[in-house]
């Protein structure tokens, strides 16, 4: 049922309510035909029952059976008993419009007849049939109704969810397809056009950042030349590698810009063997890198330097700061799972999401031994969210961080 759970709550409430609706009006009916609908007794009935009475007491007690199955009628019910059943035993106590539809009269031989009127519509069960028929098909009528129009609803909504939750693993907000004519319409139509000027303004920021950021460079480097005739200067070192630092800022900044506006078409290629080349060319600079899995060849469709750009991230991270990497590539019900674990300190517990904030760095002195500005996890992250996938640090409980990154099966080619 591709409806949203409250959606799905508020069917049921539905679907409860018309079976009470239905279940009363059988039940009302049922009872208006016992209480309001009595039987009929007509003198021409009384006068029947009155000879059949005198008949049966001038026949021999053993033809008695015969005589009562042979006397059939569906208004009344006759049985022959040794007491009597019943309070009332004078055949004009039968009085149905008073409620009184049974009596006892007495026979011969200390016998007693047992009369009971009895309601032709209840002895008729098509009308109830046919009531309780018409009542399951209205039911059914209004199941279907109810669904229609939780569903129709419900469409909207749903569609909205799916549409944020894309926006949320992309970064971006895609249109909503208008596809009616009604009050949904305008308000897609008014949702489009505020996430295509949000969109807009988001591009138009990040574009001025990226100028800004690259016009930069020419001031430090004039700042640098000048630099040259101020070497007996003791600030001179330390300025020129204030300088160096700028300059590193702007250029991964530039990189960030760069990597999260590229339009890549995706493309197949091999997991495994991406995850292996990147611990190779680790293990070629003297890092102790290890990279295992079940799958040695594994062919997925995705941006393929992308993803390398963020494992890359991950890889230098675990290097930099855990001195070492191990690197897995798993497979789960829904995703494959790659884990890069170090040997490092780890994190605190409330660093571990915090690192993946632009310019915030897990390693607290910032200094220039270590390197970096702390975008590389957060381009890393962004683009295995683009991916559809996931990206989460965790402390190891043998020690060192251990990074898992998710990456739906669904994308496999």
Same mark, same amino acid.
């Given at each position: 049922?591709?409806?949203t759970p409250f959606?799905?709550?508020?069917?049921?409430?539905?679907?409860i309510? *018309?079976v009470?609706i239905?279940?009363?009006?059988?039940?009302?009916?049922?009872?208006?035909?016992l209480t309001t609908? $009595?039987?009929?007794?007509?003198?021409?009935m009384q006068h029947n029952?009155?000879?059949f009475?005198?008949?049966l007491?001038?026949?021999p007690?053993?033809?008695?059976p015969?005589l009562?199955?042979?006397?059939?009628?569906p208004?009344?019910s006759?049985?022959?008993s040794e007491?009597? $059943?019943?309070?009332?035993?004078?055949l004009?106590?039968?009085?149905?419009?008073?409620?009184?539809n049974?009596?006892? @009269?007495p026979? $011969?031989?200390?016998r007693?007849a047992?009369?009971?009127l009895?309601?032709p519509?209840l002895?008729? *069960?098509?009308?109830?049939?046919?009531?309780?028929?018409?009542?399951?098909?209205?039911?059914?009528?209004?199941?279907?109704?109810c669904y229609w129009?939780?569903k129709?609803?419900?469409?909207?909504?749903?569609l909205l969810?799916?549409?944020l939750?894309q926006a949320?693993?992309?970064?971006?907000?895609?249109?909503l397809?208008?596809t009616?004519?009604?009050?949904?319409?305008i308000?897609?139509?008014? @949702?489009n056009?505020?996430?295509?000027?949000?969109?807009?303004?988001l591009?138009e920021?990040?574009?001025l950042?990226a100028a800004?950021?690259?016009d930069?460079r020419t001031?430090?480097t004039?700042?640098?030349l $000048?630099l040259?005739?101020l070497?007996?200067?003791?600030?001179?070192?330390k300025?020129v590698?204030?300088?160096?630092d700028m300059?590193l800022?702007?250029?991964?900044?530039?990189?960030y810009?760069?990597d999260?506006?590229?339009?890549?078409?995706?493309?197949?290629?091999?997991?495994?063997a991406?995850?292996n080349?990147?611990?190779?060319?680790?293990?070629?600079l003297?890092?102790q890198?290890?990279f295992t899995t079940?799958?040695?060849?594994?062919i997925y469709?995705?941006?393929?330097?992308l993803l390398?750009?963020a494992?890359?991230?991950?890889?230098?991270?675990? @290097?930099?700061?855990?001195?070492?990497?191990?690197?897995?590539?798993?497979a789960e019900?829904?995703?494959?799972i790659?884990? @890069?674990k170090?040997?490092?300190?780890g994190?605190p517990p409330?660093?571990?999401?915090?690192?993946f904030s632009?310019?915030?760095r897990g390693?607290?002195?910032?200094?220039?031994?270590t390197?970096?500005?702390?975008?590389?996890l957060?381009?890393?992250?962004?683009?295995?969210?683009?991916? *559809?996938?996931s990206?989460?640090l965790?402390?190891?409980p043998e020690g060192g961080?251990?990074a898992i990154?998710?990456?739906?099966?669904?994308?496999?080619?």
């Amino acid at each position: 049922m591709n409806i949203t759970p409250f959606a799905k709550k508020t069917l049921a409430a539905l679907i409860i309510g *018309n079976v009470l609706i239905v279940t009363a009006g059988i039940v009302i009916y049922q009872y208006l035909l016992l209480t309001t609908l $009595r039987p009929p007794l007509t003198p021409q009935m009384q006068h029947n029952i009155a000879r059949f009475l005198y008949r049966l007491q001038s026949q021999p007690e053993s033809r008695w059976p015969k005589l009562i199955t042979k006397y059939h009628k569906p208004w009344a019910s006759i049985s022959v008993s040794e007491k009597p $059943r019943f309070k009332q035993q004078n055949l004009k106590a039968l009085r149905p419009a008073k409620g009184k539809n049974q009596v006892s @009269i007495p026979l $011969r031989t200390n016998r007693f007849a047992n009369i009971e009127l009895l309601n032709p519509h209840l002895q008729n *069960n098509s009308a109830l049939i046919a009531f309780t028929v018409l009542g399951l098909m209205w039911l059914s009528a209004l199941f279907i109704l109810c669904y229609w129009a939780v569903k129709r609803l419900n469409n909207p909504i749903r569609l909205l969810m799916a549409n944020l939750t894309q926006a949320k693993h992309k970064k971006q907000w895609q249109s909503l397809a208008v596809t009616t004519d009604d009050e949904q319409a305008i308000i897609f139509e008014q @949702i489009n056009a505020l996430q295509q000027q949000a969109n807009k303004t988001l591009s138009e920021r990040t574009h001025l950042l990226a100028a800004i950021s690259h016009d930069l460079r020419t001031p430090l480097t004039r700042m640098k030349l $000048r630099l040259d005739y101020l070497q007996d200067n003791i600030h001179h070192d330390k300025l020129v590698q204030d300088i160096t630092d700028m300059e590193l800022m702007i250029s991964e900044t530039l990189d960030y810009f760069r990597d999260m506006n590229k339009k890549e078409a995706p493309q197949q290629f091999d997991l495994s063997a991406l995850l292996n080349a990147l611990s190779e060319d680790a293990i070629d600079l003297n890092y102790q890198v290890t990279f295992t899995t079940k799958s040695p060849k594994l062919i997925y469709l995705g941006q393929l330097n992308l993803l390398k750009r963020a494992f890359s991230n991950i890889l230098n991270n675990a @290097i930099q700061y855990g001195h070492s990497a191990e690197i897995t590539l798993v497979a789960e019900t829904d995703n494959w799972i790659i884990n @890069i674990k170090d040997k490092g300190q780890g994190l605190p517990p409330e660093q571990l999401e915090k690192v993946f904030s632009p310019f915030v760095r897990g390693e607290s002195s910032r200094s220039r031994q270590t390197g970096g500005t702390g975008l590389g996890l957060t381009i890393a992250k962004e683009i295995i969210q683009s991916h *559809n996938g996931s990206l989460q640090l965790h402390n190891h409980p043998e020690g060192g961080l251990q990074a898992i990154i998710k990456l739906p099966i669904t994308h496999l080619a």
